[in-house]
């Protein structure tokens, strides 16, 4: 895979991440692929989501305090950027088995996420997978539009600016 095929697919997998937490108005901060990784070939990033008012103190009794809020909309916004990363990937000729190996890598930390967020949410890795396939399907252009805006604004959306793009979702 090529370099800017990669940079490409990174810019979709992170506004799905994006698209989600507007979908469930989780309350967006602001996303942005890490420096110094922005151009490497493969660019990873955060899509920062508000705490929901968890204090510091509440956090440290608990340290699953935030994922506990809003737990199956918190496991489809893990599970929906490898959907969106493996379907860039297809889109752009790989196979079906190379997208799904390069999307799997990439979302390492996004399954260890939803691990641990399984323990609390109504629903199954599978039907939360299934939604986040369908968010995919139905968000396909805001999610591009989102990828595009964030490749031009250097790796940096706020909320507000990613909410606009994304058809003025609440953020």
Excluded at 105 to 121: C, F, K, P
């Amino acid at each position: 895979m090529k370099r800017h095929e990669k940079h490409w697919a990174g810019l979709v997998h992170e506004s799905a991440h994006v698209a989600a937490i507007l979908h469930y108005e989780l309350g967006l901060e602001y996303v942005q692929l890490n420096p110094p990784t922005f151009w490497s070939p493969d660019p990873h990033g955060e899509p920062y989501m508000s705490d929901y008012g968890v204090t510091e103190d509440e956090l440290a009794e608990d340290p699953d305090a935030i994922i506990k809020t809003e737990p199956a909309a918190r496991l489809v916004v893990c599970l929906v950027g490898a959907s969106a990363q493996y379907r860039a990937i297809v889109e752009g000729g790989r196979s079906r088995w190379a997208a799904s190996r390069l999307a799997r890598a990439y979302s390492e930390g996004d399954r260890a996420l939803a691990a641990r967020i399984t323990q609390y949410s109504p629903w199954s890795w599978r039907e939360a997978q299934q939604e986040a396939d369908n968010l995919v399907d139905y968000y396909w252009d805001d999610i591009n539009r989102l990828a595009v805006a964030l490749r031009d604004a250097g790796g940096y959306l706020d909320g507000d600016e990613a909410a606009s793009v994304f058809g003025g979702a609440s953020a």
